[in-house]
């Protein structure tokens, strides 16, 4: 074990001695139900009724504008005040990856897991656009039908630095051309579809090309093609009222500006308590997913007014007053301000601030009162470091609670999968779909204890499998090779799962856009255990 997470994960599978566990986490739920009791036992969280009104109706408009607005989803947003469970993930171009649409499927389940427990959480979707452009927003990776080797698609001309929400979506001949690459991709797979299937497999396909096509022509920039994107799958195919939220809306971040005055205040002490939380990290034995802070930390980052560039700054105090100073790589212009920690005022520059990784949180607390926070590793290690330091100056954060790493079948994976010379390291076994029997027998039965036993027995048979593939090394044309690349996404050394490293619709193509993502939907309950691993049987 390497990060804090993996002592968090060992808590709830094997009942690990987890000390210090109160100070990371506050607590961590073993299933999605404990996790609501959890939440159910935790104070109130009050929200100025001022800046929920306004945030209620910028929502309703934002959903409008997109024809997002179902009943479910206004509803919703008219009982933000109750409560909320949440989850998030960058924009990335096309959609992202899979992960999303398990997330999504995550708090929807906590959501309606929550209607027979007393305080009903709404299903908030942050669609994250305050991020600096990096490639993991402007690049998606393929499979490839002849190589474990993926092919890779780039928005052009995307500076690294700048804040995403500048990315525009108006480059048609650019979507055009990628769309044809997409379709050409899958075409090459078609030879692994059955006869009686291709036809079927292909229609597919073009549904998800002309899907992608006209949410790209029905949207201004990224955030909102990422939000039609997968607001159409949750909120019109599948009617779940799920709540999108665009971070970088102007006047979204005005509401939460107040939510920096705790870390401008008390700024030594969260320094403080955020580096005590770290040492305590390694005194574990476990590595910080981030350093200890510095003494110029600075809560926020300052967009540049010319080229938007985010820049990081640095802030010395002196006396009552904080100094803050950056320069932009770009123009190469110094920004600097100052403010009064006894009469903070953000009207000057409040559209220039965007929040760090360990504000971001913090703020939405001010504006949004959410109990539990759907989160992946990165997030769970993180929280560690952050949820005690923000504890320190008054915020009640949410419950972290991780979602199931999601493995899928396709018709690719399945016949190569019957090579011969795989039968030692595919997971398509007896044995594996004799599990997945036992599991799904075990939520329809309602029966606790089994549900638990076999979801730990799915994790650990196909954690298994992941971790001794990952260790055989052939040439990328092999069949070994391209399993690991098309079942786990190993396509390179850094990724290792499926999900995260295939965008959405390679599972799309073969369950279709309605069925996409209440495939994960299926795969929760409300008994469910925390983390682990599932599996999609997805087929045409």
Same mark, same amino acid.
């Given at each position: ?30 299933? &999605? ?15 100025? @009724?001022?800046?929920?009104?306004? $945030?209620?109706? /910028?929502?309703?408009? &934002? ?8 009943? @479910?989803? #206004? ?15 960058? @924009?990335? +171009? ?6 999303? =649409? ?8 906590? %959501? ?7 305080? &009903? $959480? ?44 500048? +990315? ?43 899907? $992608?096509?006209? *949410?790209?022509?029905? %949207?201004?920039?990224? =955030? ?14 599948? !009617? ?49 997913? *981030? ?5 110029? &930390? ?23 007053? $904080? ?7 770009? !123009? ?11 009469? /903070? ?69 399945? @016949? ?39 979801? #730990? ?24 090779? #391209? ?28 369950? =279709?856009?309605?069925?996409? +993502? ?9 008994? *469910?255990?925390?983390?682990?691993? =599932? ?6």
């Amino acid at each position: 074990m390497e990060k804090i997470g993996d002592l968090y994960e060992a808590y709830i599978k094997e009942q690990m001695n987890f000390p210090d566990l109160a100070y990371f986490y506050n607590a961590i739920p073993r299933t &999605y139900s404990d996790a609501l009791d959890h939440a159910n036992s935790r104070p109130e969280i009050q929200i100025n @009724a001022v800046k929920m009104k306004k $945030l209620k109706q /910028i929502l309703v408009e &934002y959903h409008e504008k997109l024809g997002l607005l179902t009943s @479910a989803t #206004r509803k919703n947003i008219s009982k933000l005040d109750g409560g909320v469970v949440l989850a998030g993930q960058q @924009a990335t +171009i096309f959609g992202g990856s899979g992960i999303i =649409g398990n997330k999504i499927s995550a708090i929807v389940n906590v %959501s309606d897991a929550s209607k027979s427990k007393g305080r &009903y $959480l709404v299903p908030v979707f942050l669609i994250n656009t305050h991020d600096s452009i990096q490639p993991e927003i402007t690049t998606i990776h393929l499979p490839n039908n002849q190589s474990s080797i993926s092919k890779a698609i780039n928005l052009p001309d995307a500076i690294e630095g700048v804040i995403a929400n500048t +990315i525009t979506s108006d480059d048609y001949e650019w979507m055009a051309e990628n769309l044809s690459i997409i379709k050409n991709i899958f075409s090459e797979f078609k030879s692994s579809v059955s006869k009686d299937k291709t036809k079927l497999f292909l229609e597919k396909v073009e549904h998800v090309i002309s899907f $992608l096509r006209e *949410t790209y022509r029905s %949207s201004s920039d990224l =955030g909102e093609w990422v939000t039609l994107i997968w607001g159409i799958q949750a909120n019109i195919l599948n !009617d779940w009222g799920v709540v999108f939220f665009p971070t970088s809306h102007p006047e979204i971040r005005k509401l939460s500006l107040d939510g920096y005055i705790p870390f401008l205040q008390l700024r030594s002490d969260y320094i403080e308590e955020f580096n005590k939380a770290t040492k305590k990290i390694e005194d574990l034995g476990y590595k910080p997913t *981030t350093a200890a802070k510095n003494g110029d &930390y600075s809560p926020f980052f300052y967009k540049c007014p010319e080229d938007h560039y985010r820049i990081t700054l640095s802030c010395e105090e002196i006396e009552d007053v $904080l100094y803050f100073e950056g320069k932009c790589p770009i !123009d190469k212009k110094e920004h600097s301000f100052s403010v009064n920690k006894n009469d /903070i005022d953000f009207s000057v520059f409040s559209e220039n601030l965007y929040p760090r990784l360990d504000t971001n949180q913090a703020l939405l607390q001010t504006i949004i009162p959410t109990y539990i926070r759907i989160s992946g590793p990165g997030e769970i290690n993180y929280a560690a470091q952050v949820i005690p330091s923000t504890r320190k100056l008054g915020f009640q954060f949410p419950l972290y609670v991780k979602y199931a790493r999601m493995l899928y079948n396709t018709p690719w994976i399945e @016949a190569l999968g019957k090579d011969p010379t795989l039968s030692t390291y595919t997971i398509l076994t007896p044995e594996f779909f004799s599990i997945l029997g036992s599991l799904a027998k075990a939520r329809r039965k309602s029966d606790k204890l089994f549900l638990v036993q076999k979801s #730990r027995d799915l994790a650990n048979y196909v954690d298994n499998k992941r971790l001794e593939i990952k260790e055989v090394k052939d040439k990328p044309t092999s069949s070994i090779e #391209r399993f690991k690349s098309w079942q786990f996404g190993m396509y390179d050394e850094k990724h290792q799962w499926q999900e995260v490293s295939w965008p959405w619709f390679v599972m799309a193509v073969v369950t =279709g856009l309605t069925d996409n +993502i209440a495939s994960y939907r299926r795969f929760y309950s409300p008994d *469910t255990p925390i983390g682990g691993i =599932g599996f999609i049987n997805s087929m045409l």
